[in-house]
């Protein structure tokens, strides 16, 4: 479970690396055919303000990098649950702001890390106790 679960971790930090680029340096070209419904005017004015979004989606994915190179366990965990936790967040705020689908993107893959981290930290807690 806990094999699932890192590579899963390490899916998330490629959407977000892909996320980061495309609102970096594809918002222009790329934005207005994902984001049909939005003014194909839109995309030249907040041509900064999306290059803004993407550096944070950078620092997401590498968090979560960061976390699949940490060796101790416990540390391994806290600091994905931690990058995985802010990902979540990020998802509600996009589907609360922008539209539904994005934020789903981000919250469903992030919730099922959280859950099979919780679970193998659950069950290793229980291993250790026999």
């Known amino acids: ?3 699932i679960a890192l590579a899963l ?3 998330i930090a490629l959407l977000h690396f ?3 680029w ?3 340096f594809a918002w222009t070209s790329r934005g207005p055919k994902v984001f049909d419904t939005f003014p194909p005017e839109l995309f030249e004015q907040t041509v900064h303000m999306a290059a803004n979004q993407g ?3 950078a620092f997401l994915a590498v968090g979560l ?3 699949l190179l940490i060796k101790d366990a416990k540390w391994q965990n806290n600091v994905a649950s931690c990058f995985l936790g802010f990902v979540a967040v990020a ?3 996009a ?3 922008v539209a539904v689908k994005p934020g789903l993107i981000q919250i469903v893959p992030a919730s099922i890390a959280l859950i099979l981290l919780y679970l193998c930290r659950k069950s290793t807690r229980l291993d250790s106790t026999k």
């Open 22 to 24: 495309f609102e970096m």
């Open 9 to 11: 971790i390490a899916l």
């Open 95 to 97: 589907a609360v702001t």
């Open 1 to 3: 479970m806990k094999k």
């Open 55 to 57: 550096i944070y989606n």
């Open 65 to 67: 990098v960061w976390s």
């Open 91 to 93: 998802g509600v705020v």
């Open 18 to 20: 892909y996320i980061a």
